[in-house]
């Protein structure tokens, strides 16, 4: 079983501080997901990054996958209320799979006003 | 917008009831689906692979018997919860994709309630 373990799993911080989650694990993935969901609905996909050592941004997100695509991070700078929600890694293409998904345990964003 | 859809968004029914969820694909024809299981504050838990014209790939622990899945179409996929019971509630998400390089899109849930 490859497992992403996906930390911190709770973050309340106040409007304008900036954060990093983390997802890790021992298996090399193809590619990996970050989504963002919100209470009662799905997951909304915000970036995939498949290249090791890949950094991509998407305005105040900024997203990394490890040298050796077994790891990844999101930063966000100067955080707002909207970004609260449920944030979750997910790696595709572990163990020969090129399409079934492994999900971290996601990490609750709480950003206070 | 939403490429795929999922129905209904919300179900209340009593123990012993089967009820059916409906997974779309609204702008392409998707030959895989994924059905997950979502508990409050916690992540997705793959249930079941959806085949279009074959049988679902059910994951450890899953009663294929309990969660029939029928892909009847490229576009459709149902997932049937039989004689549901109160642990059966849960937040029930699928997925499609338009090809295995692509990203999975979700769809906006269903929260299955039993009383």
């Known amino acids: 079983t490859q497992l992403l373990e996906q930390s911190p799993q709770f973050l309340s911080i106040q409007e304008g501080e900036n954060l990093t989650v983390y997802c890790n694990s021992s298996?090399?993935?193809?590619?990996l997901q970050w989504y963002r969901q919100e209470p009662g609905e799905g997951p909304v996909l915000l970036v995939t990054?498949?290249?090791?050592?890949e950094v991509k941004k998407l305005k105040r997100l900024t997203f990394q996958f490890g040298d050796a695509r077994k790891d990844s991070s999101l930063h966000i700078t100067a955080a707002q209320p909207g970004d609260t929600g449920l944030y979750l890694c997910a790696g595709a293409g572990s163990g020969g799979s090129n399409y079934k998904l492994t999900f971290g345990k996601g990490t609750l964003l709480t950003v206070n006003p | 917008g939403a490429v795929v859809s999922q129905h209904p968004s919300r179900v209340i029914c009593k123990s012993g009831t089967s009820v059916k969820i409906e997974c779309r694909s609204l702008?392409?024809?998707?030959?895989?689906m994924f059905w997950y299981r979502q508990f409050p504050k916690q992540s997705l838990m793959l249930m079941a692979t959806?085949?279009?014209?074959?049988?679902?790939?059910?994951e450890q622990g899953v009663e294929k018997d309990k969660f029939l899945i029928n892909h009847a179409s490229l576009t459709l996929s149902t997932l049937t919860v039989t004689s549901a019971h109160p642990e059966d509630s849960s937040f029930y998400i699928c997925?499609?994709?338009?090809?295995?390089?692509?990203?999975?899109?979700f769809g906006d849930g269903t929260r299955l309630s039993i009383l």
């Open positions: 990054v498949v290249t090791g050592g």
């Open positions: 298996s090399v993935f193809s590619s």
């Open positions: 702008d392409f024809q998707a030959t895989t």
């Open positions: 997925s499609a994709y338009r090809n295995p390089n692509q990203p999975q899109h």
């Open positions: 959806s085949n279009e014209g074959s049988k679902a790939t059910y």
